[in-house]
């Protein structure tokens, strides 16, 4: 039997100079067993590099209802077809792809591994890829939209037919456009402008920008407006809009309930007619016509909105509350200074004067947050009291009852291209463009 060294020597003179076992060699010498197959050298297989891998962080709305609710119902109205997304939220994620290990056999030939293929991020328009490559993120708020396998943030959501059991309720933090009509029962909740260029049924829209509906407000005593801007429409039946600023409609207002911090016109339509239900407005209202032959009673308000007075006295009774406990805290804090400048302050007091300095911040803020708003709405004030009347381009018919900075007027004539003003005390009927 030959040694060892003799063994090795003989295995690299035949080419096996890789992975060789001289253990496994010397274990098989010293027991002499020459009728078995041992396995003495090991090359080493090659090991091809990992693909780069995308993974998205955000869900796609499914459009298919939410959870069922405690009676077990399902809202089909509730659908999920609205990605909302935040500026610089994560959409994606890349892991990096990694570079292949060679191998060699045991004579030596090396055995090439194929490196990872890279993959590039999902980047479409508002969106931005982070520094390192590795992350995807939102440069917008917006929506979600996957386009030519790329994702889109769009500050519109759009909507090209009606919103209705295809669409389901639609809440956004971006502007809404609605190229159809939007059906009754059915909602759409944004922070920007919505714009609906068909009808409105009886829906509920809300809106922390303005609304625009090219068609008109078929209300059915269902439909309930509210935006923080202007409200423009076609039309308007049967409903209820509030507007933080103004209302425009081109033709009828009918037997319905509407109110703007700011102005009413209706005007621009051969119908731009207010009749029937309550108009009210902080400065003025202006329509064609006010009122109609058949004396369908029309109320209408120019001057402060009862919600604004309901506003300031909750804003007054917050302010002489808040102020009342920051007394309370100024005093307490002022103990507890003096407690600890004779050094007699323990852990407890220490941890109480703590709290109450950051009550006391909160106080302040809230203070100067309701002191603004008071501000703003004293403003809104003595505007509706300098300039409130209501103006009617063509006909007022009897049925109508004018109220001005709290006085009554009745039309029970008819009366042409005239306004009703404030003056003296009392409402006084002059010309239209007085």
Request: glycine content about 10%.
């Amino acid at each position: 039997w030959p040694t060892l060294d003799q063994a090795l020597l003989f295995l690299k003179e035949n080419g096996v100079v890789e992975g060789v076992d001289s253990g496994i060699v010397a274990s098989m010498l010293s027991e002499k067993n020459g009728r078995m197959w041992v396995p003495v050298a090991h090359g080493v297989s090659p090991v091809d590099g990992e693909d780069a891998e995308i993974e998205y962080k955000v869900e796609f709305g499914s459009a298919k209802p939410k959870e069922v609710d405690e009676q077990e119902k399902v809202d089909l109205k509730n659908l999920s077809s609205v990605t909302v997304i935040l500026k610089d939220q994560l959409l994606a994620s890349k892991v990096p792809p990694t570079e292949g290990s060679p191998g060699v056999t045991v004579k030596g030939v090396p055995l090439k591994a194929k490196n990872g293929k890279d993959r590039m991020l999902p980047a479409g328009a508002g969106t931005y890829v982070s520094e390192d490559g590795l992350s995807l993120l939102s440069m917008i708020d917006g929506n979600l939209v996957l386009k030519g396998n790329k994702l889109n943030v769009v500050p519109v959501f759009q909507v090209d037919g009606d919103v209705d059991y295809s669409v389901g309720n639609i809440n956004f933090i971006g502007a809404v456009l609605v190229n159809g009509a939007v059906r009754e029962g059915f909602e759409i909740s944004t922070s920007g402008n919505i714009e609906i260029r068909g009808v409105v049924e009886g829906a509920r829209l809300s809106s922390k920008g303005n609304i625009m509906i090219s068609g008109g407000v078929r209300g059915m005593n269902k439909a309930l407006l509210e935006a923080s801007g202007d409200i423009t429409a076609g039309f308007i039946d049967q409903a209820k809009i509030r507007s933080g600023k103004d209302i425009s409609v081109t033709n009828a207002v009918l037997h319905s309930d509407i109110a703007a911090h700011g102005r009413i016109n209706v005007m621009g339509g051969n119908k731009a007619q207010i009749a029937g239900g309550k108009i009210q407005a902080g400065l003025e209202v202006v329509c064609l016509t006010l009122g109609s032959e058949m004396g369908t009673k029309t109320e209408v308000i120019v001057g402060v909105l009862p919600e604004i007075t309901e506003r300031k006295k909750a804003i007054l009774s917050l302010l002489a509350e808040t102020e009342e406990k920051a007394t309370k805290v100024e005093a307490n804090l002022g103990f507890l200074k003096k407690a600890e400048e004779v050094e007699q302050l323990d852990e407890n007091k220490r941890a109480l004067m703590i709290s109450l300095t950051k009550a006391k911040f909160q106080m302040q803020n809230q203070l100067k947050t309701a002191r603004d708003e008071l501000k703003i709405i004293e403003e809104q004030m003595e505007n509706s009291k300098t300039r409130g009347c209501v103006r009617v381009k063509g006909s007022c018919y009897p049925g109508v009852t004018v109220s001005i900075r709290g006085m009554t007027y009745i039309v029970r004539e008819k009366q042409q291209f005239c306004s009703f003003v404030y003056d003296e005390g009392e409402i006084k009927v002059k010309p239209y463009d007085y």
